[in-house]
């Protein structure tokens, strides 16, 4: 019973979360999107307000409820997502980058619906601005600042080179190859790297894994104090 008095682990933390695709659009009816369901950034916020901590979550296009006791920014396009996760950074202690967020937007958004002609399309897509790299150089950094990665080969060499090139604290690596996993499934499986560690977390539902992750962040926060 005494654990029951003890404050919940995350408790005075405030956790930022960015979930789900951004949708890039083309013209009024297309767009250019990915496979997220925002499942895993979702559980992720409903697992940090669980665990006490005050949670924003900005999200794009997702069909979800919005976790109990949670804040939630609904944002389109990568732009938007930007704008409102930089906005909402002073005071955070913890960013959490579980969108999918679209590496390349459409050059320009037409006002009006493109029309068919010819046998081939071609469109002009320019690079979005990195988000989590954004957060991580921002003077407003939180003191850990965590990424995902969405690999299908090499996992932890391409994680750890993420990790260091956009100077994160955390990377929470998942393989979407696997059917079983990732994107639009209601299970996970993460591998966990820092500087000089790794966690495994097993594959199991997306709340349980949040809820490790979470676990593994709490851990880390009380290791810098
Ligand atoms: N991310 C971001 N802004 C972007 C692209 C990615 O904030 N414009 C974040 C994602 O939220 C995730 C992390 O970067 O936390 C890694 O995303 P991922 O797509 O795996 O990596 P990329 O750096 O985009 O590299 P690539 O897609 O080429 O593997
Ligand atoms: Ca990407």
């Not at 097993?202 to 949040?210: I, M, Y």
Request: net charge neutral; proline share 6%.
């Amino acid at each position: 019973v005494a654990t029951s008095l003890r404050p919940p682990r995350l408790a005075g933390r405030r956790v930022l979360v960015s979930a789900g695709p951004t949708f890039e659009d083309i013209d009024p009816v297309r767009f250019l999107g990915n496979r997220s369901s925002g499942k895993m950034g979702f559980a992720v916020a409903d697992a940090a307000r669980r665990m006490g901590a005050d949670v924003t979550l900005v999200a794009g296009p997702v069909s979800l409820p919005t976790p109990p006791g949670v804040a939630r920014i609904d944002v389109r396009r990568a732009a938007q997502m930007r704008d409102a996760v930089l906005a909402a950074l002073p005071g955070q202690d913890v960013y959490i980058g579980a969108a999918a967020v679209a590496d390349y937007a459409p050059a320009e958004t037409l006002p009006q619906k493109l029309k068919k002609s010819g046998d081939s399309l071609t469109l002009t897509l320019v690079r979005t601005a990195d988000i989590l790299a954004d957060v991580a150089a921002h003077a407003a950094r939180p003191r850990l600042v965590v990424g995902f990665a969405a690999e299908t080969s090499d996992l932890e060499a391409y994680a750890r080179d993420k990790l260091h090139r956009k100077g994160l604290d955390l990377i929470a690596a998942n393989d979407v190859s696997r059917p079983d996993q990732g994107f639009e499934a209601d299970e996970n499986a993460l591998a966990v790297f820092w500087r000089d560690g790794r966690h495994d977390i097993g594959h199991g539902p997306k709340s349980r894994v949040a809820t490790e992750l979470l676990l593994l962040i709490a851990q880390r926060l009380e290791a810098m104090e």
